[in-house]
């Protein structure tokens, strides 16, 4: 293996991280799934399994990232001691490049529209411009645009391109996001969209708990970068002394104070425009917001500013993403960052430009797809660390953790068994929602049960 870059500082892998978790998954994908699943029910329970399976299923991915100094194939491999090592690792590229495949499209809106912010060319119809503007080859056009960019950042490696990137571009967002919040709180008419934001709804949460369920897990994996194996490339740069629970934690935090400050200027706008709960949809941050900012004196200078920090936020994020199959190649076939750069881009382009000139497609990969393949990933993730690992894990844990050593084996204790059994019966939910049938919730927990221990008994017998 060629000689690996790494972070200049633990600063700089921790804003790199955030940035990719607080890109488009917090300010595009959360604000319509809020709006699509009954607003602050959903707010409750993806908090919930946040803090329940997104924080220790983060901290598992930096140990097998850390103890493993290699991207997911190679490290797999090495850390599993088993043939299925490869397969699982390849599993998590693949995963990469499906996700970076509908992002890039998004990406791609959002440079259009920072684009053409200045000119207000979408204040006047927003929904009308939206739907043509979302896909066809003007779609696959900024698609590719977008890739480009995250592609020259990419190529520029660890330090000189990545860490540089974010320590400019995270900043941005967080400071943009606040002040159009506060924004926001003084425009009309945006009570109501509040209310069902952070107004708690118990009965519409215990009514559609499971419907819920799905969507919210797949948001908290997909936000957090889950599943994937881009955190874990992310850290597989990082250097002993580094404490991983304390970086999980401020990860995981100022992601999700990221996200809910998203859901407070999308959703009271989107309200307030008329759109109601369930009609915002992946469009649902381009309509709502260029309706506000039509209204707005000055609008054109707001929109401008707001939709450039938001092709930050979703360029932090597609860095990270592009980073896996590009180091992936780097690191088991010894090829050049600038030609594993070019053929992942490559590749990406074409998935890429298809999603864009089929929105069913991309809705449905956007959707169900992923969040089956990044509950997959994190399952194999918890299940290597607490089946396979464990001692080795603990002692990741705690290297250079300082005064948190202590939570190594409670946390190694719920990555090895309370944390299968729930991922596995989120993911039997999103299976049982996508082929739209109607299976009990016992027979679901009996079904998670039974599978997650076969699934234990196999990799005991595979790995000894």
């Known amino acids: 293996m060629m000689d690996r870059d790494s972070w200049v500082s633990n600063v700089g892998f921790v804003l790199a991280a955030i940035g990719s978790a607080a890109g488009l998954g ?10 699509d699943n009954g607003g602050s029910a959903f707010l409750v329970m993806y908090l919930l399994l946040v803090v329940g399976i ?6 598992a991915e930096l140990v097998l990232g850390r103890r493993g100094r290699q991207t997911p194939v190679g490290a797999l491999r090495s850390l599993i001691g088993s043939r299925w090592g490869t397969p699982l690792g390849a599993f998590n590229v693949v995963t990469t490049v499906v996700m970076l495949s509908f992002y890039s499209v998004v990406g791609g809106w959002v440079l259009r ?50 860490e540089r990137v974010s320590k400019i571009m995270l900043p941005a967002v967080v400071v943009l996001l606040g002040g159009l919040a506060v924004w926001t709180a003084t425009q009309p008419n945006t009570a109501a969209g509040y209310a069902f934001y952070l107004d708690f709804d118990g009965d519409y949460l215990a009514a559609h708990f499971f419907d819920i369920l799905g969507p919210a897990a797949g948001q908290a994996l997909f936000t957090l970068s889950l599943g994937a194996g881009a955190m874990l490339t992310y850290a597989s740069y990082l250097d002993d002394d580094v404490s991983l629970p304390r970086d999980t934690l401020a990860i995981a935090i100022s992601n999700t104070m990221i996200g809910v400050l998203a859901g407070l200027v999308v959703l009271p706008l989107l309200i307030s425009q008329g759109i109601g709960p369930g009609r915002g949809g992946p469009g649902a941050l381009f309509v709502a917001l260029a309706a506000a900012f039509s209204s707005l004196p000055g609008g054109t200078l707001v929109a401008t500013v707001f939709f450039l920090t ?19 190649l780097v690191d088991n076939y010894g090829m050049s960052r600038r030609l594993s750069t070019l053929l992942v881009t490559l590749l990406i382009a074409v998935t890429g430009s298809g999603l864009a000139l089929a929105g069913p497609a991309f809705r449905f990969v956007s959707g169900p797809v992923v ?9 194999a993730f918890l299940a290597i660390v607490g089946w396979v690992l464990r001692d080795d894990a603990v002692t990741e844990f705690r290297t250079g953790a300082g005064r948190l050593r202590g939570l190594a084996t409670p946390w190694v204790l719920a990555v090895g068994w309370v944390l299968p059994v729930v991922v596995m019966f989120s993911l039997t939910t999103t299976l049982t929602s996508i082929a739209s049938l109607s299976v009990p919730t016992s027979t679901r927990v009996i079904i998670a049960m039974v599978t997650t221990l076969a699934c234990r008994a196999a990799v005991t017998r595979t790995t000894h």
């Open 26 to 35: 917090n300010i595009w994908r959360f604000p319509w799934l809020t709006a």
């Open 54 to 59: 997104g924080v220790p299923g983060l901290l």
């Open 113 to 162: 529209y920072t684009l053409l912010s200045p000119s207000g060319a979408y204040f006047a119809q927003p929904q009308q411009y939206f739907r043509h503007a979302s896909h066809g080859l003007p779609a696959v056009g900024f698609h590719l645009l977008f890739l480009a960019i995250i592609g020259i950042i990419v190529y520029f490696g660890v330090s000189r391109g990545i």
């Open 310 to 328: 938001v092709l930050l936020a979703a360029i932090t994020s597609g860095i990270n993403l592009l980073e896996t199959p590009v180091a992936t």
């Open 371 to 379: 969040d089956v393949m990044l509950t997959v990933g994190l399952f």
